[in-house]
């Protein structure tokens, strides 16, 4: 079973940067690709990024492309979220999560483990 754990999150200004990670274990981390979603108050989960097994394939909503990078450490068991130029829509839990599949995918429903989410506070 993985087991994944976010930090990095916090309050930062709009326009400010942070950086998400995750930890990961339990499972050949770089068989499986990974993704970040997230959920505002009062909001359904969106997809925000996601990466392949091998790292050479990202993917990412139109509402955070050129803002967000997302990245991998399969030598740390790591997902990184570069969060750069944020907004306050922005504001929101971050999850992250692992798919049996090695292939970037947007759907929720191809991860089978989500970790227990870091809070991202953006302030204007």
């Known amino acids: 079973q993985v087991h994944l754990v976010e930090s990095g999150g916090g309050l930062v200004q709009t326009g400010g940067s942070l950086r998400l990670s995750c930890a990961a274990s339990g499972r050949t981390f770089s068989q499986d690709a990974m993704g970040w979603f997230r959920q505002a108050p009062g909001k359904e989960r969106e997809f925000v990024a996601t990466i392949g097994g091998s790292g050479r394939r990202t993917w990412y909503s139109d509402s955070v492309k050129g803002r967000f990078t997302i990245s991998r450490d399969n030598g740390k068991n790591m997902v990184y979220l570069q969060v750069d130029n944020v907004k306050p829509e922005d504001t929101a839990v971050y999850y992250c999560?692992?798919?049996?599949?090695?292939?970037?995918?947007?759907?929720?429903?191809?991860?089978?483990?989500w970790g227990q989410g870091t809070q991202v506070t953006v302030s204007s």
């Open positions: 999560a692992s798919s049996r599949g090695t292939q970037p995918t947007d759907l929720a429903n191809q991860y089978d483990a």
